[in-house]
C-alpha cells in the first residue's frame, strides 16, 4: 500500500512528460501573412514550415483536389534548394530557411498551384508531417435568374394544356388529350340530340295539325243562303 501514491506519482510523470514530447513534436505550415485567407490569381503566395527541430531539412509538398501529392522543393538546414528532376532553380517556386522557419514562395499563384500544402521533416529515420495549409481561390458565387426563371413558370402555367405539343407525348398527355376532346364533343352531341328531338317533336305536331283542318263542302253552284258545314273533330 505505500508503493502506490510512488507509482501514481511515476505514471503522471510518464504520462505529463509524453504529453509534453508530442506537443514538441508538432510541426505547422502557414501563410507568411496570418491575415490571409484565400490567395487571389497571380499574386507572390509566401508560406513557412515551423517544424521542432530545425537541425533537419524540411520537404514542401502539394496535396491537390483529386488527392494526388506533388513535390515541390527540399530545403536543407543550410538554405539550399533541391527542386525536381534535381534542379537549383526553379521558374515558380523559390525555397529558403529564415530563422527558425523554412519558407516556399509561389512567384505567380495560379489555378494549378492551388490545393493544400504540406511541410515533411525526415527525423531519426521518421517522417513527420505538419497541419495542412489549404490555398485556394475565392468561392465565387452566382446569383440565380429570378426575373427570367419566373417569366418561363409564367408561360408554362399559361399554356393550354389541351394545346397539341410537337415533342413526342407521354402516357399522361395522352390522357390529357382523350379528357379535352370528351369536354368538347359531349356537348356538342348532347346539343345535336336536343336539336334532333325538338325536330321530331315539330313533325308530329305538324301532322297532327294537318289532320284538324276543317273538312267543308262547298256551296253548291255557288248558292247563296247555303249553311256553311261545321267541322267534325276527331277526338
Avoid at 510541426?27 to 509566401?46: D, S, T, V, Y
Avoid at 505567380?108 to 492551388?114: S, T, V, W, Y
Avoid at 505538419?130 to 490555398?135: D, F, L, M, T, V
Wanted: hydrophobic share 35%; with cysteine.
Amino acid at each position: 500500500m505505500a508503493r502506490s501514491p510512488a507509482l501514481l506519482l511515476l505514471l503522471s510523470l510518464g504520462l505529463c512528460c509524453t504529453g509534453a514530447q508530442g506537443q514538441r513534436n508538432t510541426m505547422e505550415a502557414r501563410f507568411l501573412n496570418r491575415n490571409m485567407k484565400h490567395p487571389q490569381e497571380g499574386q507572390r503566395l509566401e508560406l513557412e514550415c515551423m517544424p521542432f527541430n530545425i537541425d533537419n531539412g524540411v520537404s514542401w509538398i502539394r496535396q491537390d483536389k483529386d488527392g494526388k501529392l506533388h513535390f515541390i522543393v527540399y530545403i536543407s538546414p543550410f538554405s539550399r534548394t533541391t527542386f525536381p528532376r534535381n534542379e537549383r532553380t526553379s521558374s515558380q517556386f523559390e525555397g529558403s530557411k529564415q530563422g527558425s522557419s523554412f519558407r516556399l514562395v509561389v512567384k505567380n499563384f495560379r489555378a494549378q498551384d492551388q490545393g493544400t500544402y504540406f511541410c515533411i521533416a525526415n527525423i531519426n529515420q521518421v517522417l513527420y508531417f505538419s497541419s495542412g495549409q489549404p490555398a485556394f481561390f475565392p468561392a465565387t458565387t452566382t446569383a440565380a435568374p429570378t426575373t427570367a426563371a419566373a417569366t418561363t413558370q409564367s408561360s408554362h402555367v399559361n399554356k393550354d394544356i389541351c394545346m397539341p405539343s410537337s415533342e413526342p407525348g407521354t402516357s399522361s398527355e395522352n390522357i390529357l388529350n382523350l379528357y379535352c376532346e370528351i369536354f368538347i364533343w359531349a356537348p356538342l352531341a348532347g346539343v345535336c340530340l336536343v336539336l334532333l328531338v325538338a325536330l321530331i317533336v315539330t313533325i308530329v305536331l305538324c301532322q297532327k295539325t294537318r289532320r284538324r283542318r276543317c273538312r267543308c263542302k262547298r256551296p253548291p253552284n255557288g248558292k247563296p243562303g247555303a249553311k256553311p258545314c261545321v267541322p267534325t273533330r276527331h277526338i
